[in-house]
């Protein structure tokens, strides 16, 4: 009996390759923003740092919102997309640039990368979702290896220090992912991410002035990062993740996020010259095995 057998099509062919290129260029992008924070404090501030970048990321959101024609949030919606701004693009930014003030873009990047461990709780609380006794388990692992990598930095784990704003700025992307959950299925990923990064970048205007001004005396690598960050990590990357997203799904996709403090690491030994210490090291991999731990055993 003959069968009819169709080859698969070059689009679908290919689509493998895409997903596996859009989560590399992820991991790269996202990584590449601890060290390219570094050098564009060389020279400004944190917020105008961050008040720069934005505005560079939101010239690309509206030119996508104007093409793509999303529908408008309403009022109620609207006042939460500027909750989500405020926590995980102002406030988030805010910490993060001043803790690598102090604390080396390596391990910076391994505290951020514990967000899962806060999201996880938080959506206990508020969202009811069920938390067991490995996933504290987990969470106490991970947060031991954050106090490894704080005694290897200027002021530890002391209120105030760069780890405990960079831990605070964790804190705080993951109360706007627990926040955005219920906008996503109204709005989408990629149109809730547009909003939240356009209210992100309007809240953080009143210091676009001083970085304009403060550019134009610089180092010439400062412009270069301001770019780099506005460009690549806070548009393009969410861009290449939610296609990678849609392709492995989000429990698939989220295992590849846990190379984003190596790959950070790296970039920071290349771009800014920084090697990690042993205690970077080791709690970064503590840190690591405990969100991973409650990645695959912490829910009930």
Known sequence: MNTLTSSPSPRSARQPLLAAGAVAFTIVSWASAFPFIRIGLQGLAPLP?????FATAALLVIAWLAYRRPPLPTWRDGLRFVLCGFL??????????????????????????TLPIFTALLAAVFLGERFNRWGWLGSLVSLGGIAVIARGQPGGLTLGAGSTLILGAAL???SYFVLQRRLIPVYGALTCTAYT???GAVLLAPWLPGALSSLGS?????????????????????????????YFGAARAANFLYLTPAVATALSA????ERPGLATLC???????????VALRGRA
């Not at 740092?49 to 970048?53: G, S």
């Not at 690549?232 to 993740?241: K, M, R, S, V």
């Not at 709690?283 to 731990?293: D, E, K, R, T, Y």
């Open 88 to 113: 995980g693009i102002a406030l988030y930014n805010a910490l993060l640039n001043t803790g690598e003030k102090t604390v080396a873009a390596g391990a910076a990047s391994f505290i951020v990368n």
């Open 197 to 199: 990064l356009l209210a």
């Open 49 to 53: 740092l961050a008040a720069a970048r």
């Open 172 to 174: 705080c992307s993951a």
């Open 270 to 273: 290349v771009l800014t010259g």
């Open 218 to 246: 610089a180092p010439h690598g400062t412009l270069q990062a301001v770019l780099v960050l506005g460009v690549f990590p806070a548009a393009l990357g969410y861009a290449t993740w939610m296609f990678a997203l849609g």
């Open 283 to 293: 709690g970064g991999l503590m840190a690591i095995a405990g969100v991973v731990f």
